[in-house]
Each structure stands twice: as C-alpha cells, then as structure tokens.
C-alpha cells in the first residue's frame, strides 16, 4: 500500500503562482512514476504532468506546458507541481498519482496509476 497527502492548494489571483506538494509513504520502494491530474467541476478529470521517478523525464499537457514544472525529492519520497501565471480555467481539485512497478499505460493516462490522493483544492480568481 502507497498513502499520499497532498497540500498547498488555495486561493489564488489571476496570473499569481502556487505550490503543490504529495508525499508519498508506505511501499514507496518501486515507485516507477508520479502524476498530477485535475477535475474541474462538471468536466471528467485530465492529466496535468507527470514524472518518471528515477530518470526525472517529465511529460506535460499542452495547456500547462510553459507554466507548470513537476519536480521530485527521491529522499523524500514527495513530488511537487509549480503552478505561475495560474489561468481561472486553471482551477479544479488536484490529485496526485502514484504507480508501484512496471506501468500497463503511458503516465499521461490515469490507468497508468494504482494510488491515488485526496485531492487538493485550486482556485484561480479572475
């Protein structure tokens, strides 16, 4: 079992910047990727970034790329999401992911995930 806590989501202006944080711990010795997903409301949940946990390579949509960076702490077991120049379209609850050993998807994709957080609360104000 893989627990994830995630914080730092919040209010935030049109334009202003926030910071994501999901730790991760429990079986955390074979994590192969992390992601970040996120649901608006009414809207099916959509991959935001994602990152492979040994060799750092990182994947990104098209609608944060420029704008959002994904990084990760090995020691920590914690991977954080970067969020500037937020866009109101940018709110929604973000969830972080977690995938114990080999993927069965690409980690754009949300079967490519076994764990999955809370989800944190972001809103952009326009």
């Known amino acids: 079992q893989v627990q994830l806590v995630e914080s730092g989501g919040g209010l935030v202006q049109a334009g202003g910047s926030l910071r994501l944080s999901c730790a991760a711990s429990?079986?955390?010795?074979?994590?192969?990727?992390m992601g970040w997903f996120r649901q608006a409301p009414g809207k099916e949940r959509e991959f935001v970034a994602a990152?492979?946990?040994?060799?750092?390579?990182?994947l990104y949509a098209d609608s944060v790329k420029g704008r959002f960076t994904i990084s990760r702490d090995n020691a920590k077991n914690t991977v954080y999401l970067q969020m500037n120049s937020l866009k109101p379209e940018d709110t929604a609850v973000y969830y972080c992911?977690?995938?114990?050993?080999?993927?069965?998807?690409?980690?754009?994709?949300?079967?490519?995930?076994?764990?999955w957080g809370q989800g944190t609360q972001v809103t952009v104000s326009s």
């Open positions: 992911a977690h995938r114990s050993g080999t993927p069965i998807a690409t980690m754009s994709k949300s079967q490519a995930y076994d764990y």
């Open positions: 429990g079986r955390t010795f074979n994590t192969y990727h």
């Open positions: 990152i492979r946990w040994s060799a750092g390579s990182t």
